[in-house]
C-alpha cells in the first residue's frame, strides 16, 4: 500500500484530497493543526497528527518518524485578508511560515527518503493569486513564491525521479471563500466562462491526477484551474 502525506487534509480541498486518495487504497497520513469533526478520524488507513507547521525546525523530526512517503501533498495554507498598508508584521511572519517556509521544510524533510528510492511525487496547491495578483500582497506573494520553489525543485530532484508540481486555482468553494468582500466574488463570477466558483473536488482531483497518474514528462508544471478567468 503506498503512502501519501497531506498538510491540511481534515477540510476544504485537502478533505477531498484525502478521499481521493482512500479511493485509490492509500494509507493518508493528515498533518493539521486540529481536527474537529474530521471526516475520516476513524478510518483505519488515515493517520491523524496533530502538529502546528509553523514550528518549521520541528518538520524534518516529524517526517523522519513517518516511514517512507510516496506523494506529498503541501495543501495547507491562509489567507488573512488584510490591507497592503496595515498588516503587522508578526502577520507576515506568519503568512510566510504557513504559505511557503512549511511547504519548502516539508518537500526537503520528504524528499530525502524519495531520493533514496529515485521515486516520489510532490504536489503544491498554490493559487492564481500567486500569478495575476491579489489584494492580500502577503497572500499573493507567498502563492508566486511556493510556484516559483514548485519549478526549483523539480529542477533540483528531477534526475532523482522525483516530480514536483503544483495546482493553482481561482476561488474555491471552501471556507476561505468567506474571507472575499461579496461584491468582489459577484465580479469574479462573471469573469469565468461557467459563473460560478470552483468545487474542491476539481481542485482536489487535479491535485491527486499530479500525485498519482500524471504522465512522467510533466514535471516542474502549474495547472491553471480558473475557467477562463485568466487565460493564457
Known sequence: MKTVLI???????GLETTRFFLERNYKVIVVARDFAEFEFAA???VQSIQFDITQIGDIPNLVSNLGDLDVLINNAGIM?????????QEKIE????????????FISAVAKKMIQRKSGRIVNNASIAGQIGHPDIWYGITKAGLINATKSY???????????????????ETDMLATIPEARKATFKQSVISHRFATAQEVAAAIGWLGTESPEYINGICIDINNGSFMR
Request: charged content about 10%.
Open 7 to 13: 498538510t491540511g487534509g481534515n477540510k476544504g480541498i
Open 43 to 45: 478510518n483505519h488507513q
Open 80 to 88: 488573512l485578508s488584510l490591507p497592503y498598508d496595515n498588516y503587522p
Open 94 to 105: 506568519y503568512i510566510n511560515k504557513v504559505n511557503i517556509e512549511a511547504p519548502i521544510a
Open 154 to 172: 523539480a529542477k533540483i530532484l528531477g534526475a532523482e525521479g522525483i516530480l514536483v508540481n503544483a495546482v493553482a486555482a481561482s476561488p474555491t
